[in-house]
Every structure is written in C-alpha cells, then in structure tokens.
C-alpha cells in the first residue's frame, strides 16, 4: 500500500515516513498540498495523510482540489487541539477522517485500515457490525433480522460508531461529526443518546456491541 503524507513540520514528516516505512508502507511525502497534488498526478496512491495547516496551499485546499477532480482516494487529516472548526469544514468537504496532534502511532494505524476498508467496497448502503445491518440508503437498522425502530439522531450516531467499529469515539468527536459548529448542545447529550441507542440495539441480547471506555469515550466492538 503507497501512501502519501503532508505535513510541513520537517520533524514529523520524516518521523511519520520512517513509521509507516517500518509499518509496510511504501511513503511518499511532501512540506505542502501543492507538492501533494503533483505527487498524486504521478499516481498509484492508496490514502493520503494530510496536516490542515501548512504554507502555499492548506490541508482545506489540497483536499478542495483533489475532490474538484473527482479523485476518490481517501484522505485523513492532521489536525490541532483547537481545529474542531476546520475539521468540521474538512468532513463536510469529503474528508474521511481525522486525527487530532498529538497522537498515538497505533490510532493512525487504525484510521489508514479503516479508510482503506470503506474505499475497498465497506461504502456500500450496508454497514454490519456482527448480527447489526445498517441500511444506509432505506435509514433503517436491523439486529438479528428484526428490524429496529430509530429515531433520526439515534440512526446517525449509530451509523458512525459503525462506521468507526472497534475504535473508540471520544464524546468530542462525536459531537462534531453530528452537530458541528452547533450551539447549545449539552455535555451528556451523546450520553443520552447512548442510553436510548444501548436500549434498543443491546437490551436482550448476549452479545454486547456498545461498549464505554472509561475516560475515553465509546465505540462499537464486533
């Protein structure tokens, strides 16, 4: 798999090419997003990792342009502690996930697999997690062939720990992946929401697919 990185921190570009060089991956990197659309032209990417905020051309513009050519490789952006804002305006202009600095190695691994599946046909209208189906096209959840009655809310959230199954969420994430830049939206909300959904989707069942990590956030283990 061919990866390519952009991060104008001199430092981390070549910790993260080394990285992912002893990972298996062929690396290819570059200091901004203008030197990363050239690199994409020459072709035989899998995923780029990319920062948001570099000189000459952003992260935001890279991405702008790579969509604007219909090009469907999929990108997971570099981001600050206090970027929620550009990473909301990342998701909304085709980014497929993102990565908060500082970050663990082993979660950047995680996010490349996961792109890497959906671009390998996992974006389909079906996402399953065990015996739960998510009907992307219909909204419609089914758990052991019966069907699941949700609310609107209850189905988004449930569509991104899918999404996302087996890494774990932290509450701030999830609050920007369904309300963005939305205000007045309470702290406990999303544990709301986890009630209402570990009540429908878990209640009954031996198996247990929400799980809360203490201190982290949730996720969806199948």
Excluded: W
């Excluded at 342009?65 to 469907?72: L, S």
């Excluded at 950047?108 to 996992?122: E, F, H, M, P």
């Excluded at 999303?190 to 031996?206: F, N, P, S, T």
């Amino acid at each position: 798999m061919k990866i390519l990185v952009l991060e104008d921190d001199e430092s981390l570009r070549a910790v993260l090419k080394k990285r992912l060089a002893a990972s298996g991956f062929t690396v290819e990197s570059a200091e901004n997003g203008e030197e990363g659309l050239a690199f994409l032209d020459a072709g035989g990417f899998d995923v780029v990792i990319s920062d948001i905020m570099m000189p000459v051309m952003s992260g935001l513009e890279f991405l702008s342009a790579v969509r604007a050519q219909k090009r469907d490789i999929p990108v997971i952006l570099l981001t600050a502690l206090d970027g929620s804002g550009d990473v909301v305006k990342g998701l909304d202009m085709g980014a497929d996930d993102y990565i908060v600095k500082p970050f663990e190695f082993s979660e950047l691994l995680a996010r490349i697999r996961l792109v890497t599946r959906r671009s390998a046909g996992v974006r389909e209208n079906l996402l399953t997690a065990g015996d739960l189906t998510l009907d992307l096209a219909g909204r419609t959840a089914s758990r052991g062939g019966e069907e699941i009655a949700l609310s609107a809310r209850e189905f988004d959230l449930l569509t991104l720990l899918v999404r996302n199954k087996n890494i774990v969420l932290s509450r701030e994430r999830i609050c920007d992946s369904l309300y963005g830049t939305e205000d007045g939206v309470e702290s406990n909300t999303i544990d709301v929401y986890i009630r209402y959904l570990r009540k429908k989707i878990d209640e009954g069942h031996a198996e247990k697919l929400i799980h809360t990590v203490r201190g982290v956030g949730y996720t969806v283990k199948a």
